[in-house]
């Protein structure tokens, strides 16, 4: 009756206001009269007007460049999703689709599509839009600038830092001396030239080298503090040399410069003394999301726009105020974290692929078009990688690193990245370098981010010790070692009592190690203790609990499947444990490609599955993370779908087939030796009892373990029963077999296991 009234009410109104709003129309029609209106008038059909008025409007500024946004993001991504799979960073990907969307290849070979998607004209509005990204990037890189270590830990880092600063950036001038003739323009004076060859030269990408020390797990190493505490001290002291190089470019003039340096060394002291003070009271009365409202973020970010336009007005671009705003934020790791959060999606995501394919548009490769001009090229590369990598790797082999990690140190040093693609451009505008020179100098950007981590390898393969490896082996040869992948903290716990139920009396000889893994686009260096003791504190607290030791493993990766399992497949664990929806961080390669996340499937999408309201993949509850990690583990595998999993007494077992039981059974032994767990086994079509070796094998267990194993028949299986169970334990192809059917007591199942028998 509500709905009936409720839509009577809106014809109503939608039709007497129709017939209002047609009658005033009417009268204004004849309000016409007496004037020399000019009504347009066409040859054309009306089909014909509209196509031109559509065409009008794809050609129209805004719908351009929303045009040329979705289109950069869609292919940056795809690229970044191939660099992932090639075990690089993303942010190469990202750099090469900005030059394969450049006159490079694109624009060499679909002109028309390049000019029509990339007018000249158009240009502009990206540049702009493109520098409102870079300068919110750069005020992530300077929040990320972890001032307590600079300070604690600075001495030999500084040393290394210093070392690969000067020593490539001589290197660079002395480069610049000798093609200068032949690549400076014709109105740039050597100093300016000079100064930025050595500048490009002297640059590390701090963002791209942290989040490469994440992804490897060495953060906590001596190596990952040394390297990550060597690049903020690189990255603090390249950006202000590149600042007073700007000026010195803009001034034309070491003399006219100093103007604009004794401005830029006020403006930093006022930064430091005045408005870092300020920002820090804000910081500790609004440390939490609660607290921030919307006026104290416009504090903030207020600060960060001021700063970066008096950077500007000075001389010494807006980016290195971007820089400095971050650097001088309260230094809480939660509060900083809060802006980060704030910023880098939009940053990150939409805005700094415009910049990527901006600098792809002024690549222009194809310039390089004579073998001469590829071994000044490759000469650019030579001087880079032994400027830096080099001059890094000794100065710490000085300051006494062995000599693994001082190559470490020089590789890691050696990442040039965004950093360096964000100075060159700026070289670029100010019209140091040539089209030529920007184009090679963007190439040895890209190659010296690329060998980074087939430099690490080959460093850690030439480093390796056999002998380590053979007593390690030797060591845990008799222990039963299992290793839990958990997302969510809940997750976790649950998944420690299904090991510490396999495992219980055997705490000697057995070993569990739990492990978690976080998209490294959402880690940062410096936050990187208290995000780790948030995740594992329900985890820890459970195994006290359980008087259990385990082992904890922390670690940042750009692929979380491909990762879990090859922990597992290196480790000679004897059983990996995930929950449903661990690591199943991403989907399909389009939810990978537009960076969604796949749906996690819980408890209750079962019900779903058997009242036919959800069609769950492939009949079973496991997105292509899970079955990935599933296929290539070469131990056995269980997932564990937890419905609030709190004690293991009784275990429920369904059993279809006898391989199920084959490879069951030894889950079923443990369980009873370690925690007395009563099993109850549902020979669901009677194959199990019908075999004799079979039917010998569970009489012997049932010797062993009296009263502890019951064998139930189909007909037996009710709620009441299952709501008695803690846990159900089954094979993949029995899970499929129940979901498939659709069995009628499905929906009611415990917690459950799914188990994947020994691939070996």
Known sequence: MKNLRNSIFYVGVIGGFSVLMYWIILLGVKLETGRNLKIPTSDKSQWSEFLDSLIKNLHHPLALLLAQIVTIIFVARIFGWICIKIKQPAVIGEMIAG???????????????????????????????????????????????????????????????????????????????????????????????????????????????????????????????????????????????????????????????????????????????????????????YATSEKLSKPIVAIFFLTLVVSSYLTEVIGIHALFGAFIAGAIMPENIRFRNLFIEKVEDVALVLLLPLFFVFTGLRTQIGLLNEPYLWKIAGLIFAVAVIGKFVSSALAARFVGQNWKDSLSIGALMNTRGLTELVALNIGYDLGVLSPELFSMFVIMALATTFMTGPTLDLINWLFRSSKQETEEDLALKNKYRILLSFDRPESGRALLKVADGLTNKRSESSEITAMHFLPTEELHHYNTDVYEDEKFKDIVEESVALNRNITTMFKASSDIDNEIVNVANKSKHDLLLVGIGQSIYQGSLLGRVLGFTTRIINPENILNTVTGKENILESAPFDDGTRQIIAKSHIPVGVLIDKDLADINTIFIPLFSLKDWSFIQNYVQKFIQNINARIEILDVEGKIMADLDTKEKIRLMEQVAPNQLTLRKEQSIEKDFLDQQDLMLISIDGWKHLVENKSPWLANIPSTLILSEDKK
């Open 99 to 285: 030059i394969v969307m450049g006159p490079s290849l694109i624009g060499m070979y679909l002109p028309e599509f390049s000019a029509a998607l990339f007018p000249a004209e158009s240009l502009g509005n990206l540049q702009f839009l493109s520098q409102i990204g870079l300068i919110l990037f750069m005020y992530i890189v300077g929040m990320e600038i972890d001032m307590k270590i600079l300070r604690n830990k600075a001495h030999d880092a500084v040393v290394i830092s210093h070392a690969s600063i000067i020593i490539p950036f001589v290197l660079g001038m002395g480069l610049a001396y000798f093609i200068y003739d032949e690549f400076a323009p014709a109105d740039v004076q050597f100093t300016s030239f000079g100064l930025f060859a050595g500048i490009a030269m002297s640059i590390t990408a701090f963002p791209v080298l942290a989040r490469i020390v994440q992804e490897r797990g060495i953060h906590k190493t001596k190596l990952g503090t040394i390297v990550i505490t060597c690049a903020a001290a690189d990255d603090i002291t390249a950006w202000c040399i590149l600042a007073v190089v700007i000026a010195i470019v803009k001034a034309g003039s070491f003399g006219s410069a100093i103007y604009t340096v004794v401005l830029a060394l006020g403006y930093v002291f006022l930064m430091i003394k005045v408005v870092r003070p300020f920002l820090k009271r804000i910081g500790d009365l």
